[in-house]
T-cell receptor, first 115, second 112 residues
Framework: NAGVMQNPRHLVRRRGQEARLRCSPM?????VYWYRQLPEEGLKFMVY????????ESGMPKERFSAEFPKEGPSILRIQQVVRGDSAAYFC?????????????FGEGSWLTVV | AQRVTQPEKLLSVFKGAPVELKCNYSYSGSPELFWYVQYSRQRLQLLLR??SRESIKGFTADLNKGETSFHLKKPFAQEEDSAMYYC??????????????FGTGTLLAVQP
């Protein structure tokens, strides 16, 4: 089992461009979570998705950010019109079940730099 | 409010010295507490969870509900323990999702 795979590992975007971050969960996992880690801060929950459904997006900024987890293919975190403040590490995680008590496995992260 | 507090940004100890990484939490229900470790730009790995009460790599953590703490301890630090350590919690009541709330992390540096 390859674990949670994220790509790209590093992404550089100019202000105003779009960033797309992809996450393939562990085999058999249908629950995906995205977290953001700003410099000098801890990980902050962004969104929780189950196949084709957004379950909890309470941590997502209201504008420019969106996430999807289609029936086929990886989960995508999309940031439109990036700004310098979007520069951060974005971590994806997955679990077998969605309720508490299930182990969450993290990917290696995608580092977004906005110049 | 749900919150995890790790008061120390950096903890530096010598090899062989005891280690205690502090974690305090506030949560209105019954939380499940975790410690995650992140070695130099690698993925976060689950170190231990309070429910399993196990010891991993010599680390232990006891949930103290009275003091709302979940401090991570190891009696003798090793150089390979140098890493970023995150305390986290999630809800334990039925139906609560797996959403984790993280502390800001403590960087443990073990000097030779």
């Amino acid at each position: 089992n390859a674990g949670v795979m994220q790509n790209p590992r590093h992404l550089v975007r100019r202000r105003g461009q779009e960033a797309r971050l992809r996450c393939s969960p562990m085999k058999g996992h249908s629950h995906v979570y995205w977290y953001r880690q700003l410099p000098e801060e801890g990980l902050k929950f962004m969104v929780y998705l189950q196949k084709e459904n957004i379950i909890d997006e309470s941590g997502m900024p209201k504008e420019r950010f969106s996430a999807e987890f289609p029936k086929e293919g990886p989960s995508i975190l999309r940031i439109q019109q990036v700004v310098r403040g979007d520069s951060a590490a974005y971590f994806c995680a997955s679990s077998l079940q969605g309720h508490s008590g299930n182990t969450i496995y993290f990917g290696e992260g995608s580092w977004l730099t906005v110049v | 409010a749900q919150r995890v507090t790790q008061p120390e940004k950096l903890l530096s100890v010598f090899k062989g010295a005891p280690v205690e990484l502090k974690c305090n939490y506030s949560y209105s229900g019954s939380p499940e507490l975790f410690w995650y470790v992140q070695y130099s730009r690698q993925r976060l790995q689950l170190l231990l969870r309070h429910i399993s009460r196990e010891s991993i790599k010599g680390f232990t953590a006891d949930l103290n509900k009275g003091e709302t703490s979940f401090h991570l301890k190891k009696p003798f630090a090793q150089e390979e323990d140098s890493a970023m350590y995150y305390c986290a919690l999630s809800g334990l009541s039925g139906g609560a999702t797996n959403k984790l709330i993280f502390g800001t992390g403590t960087l443990l540096a073990v000097q030779p």
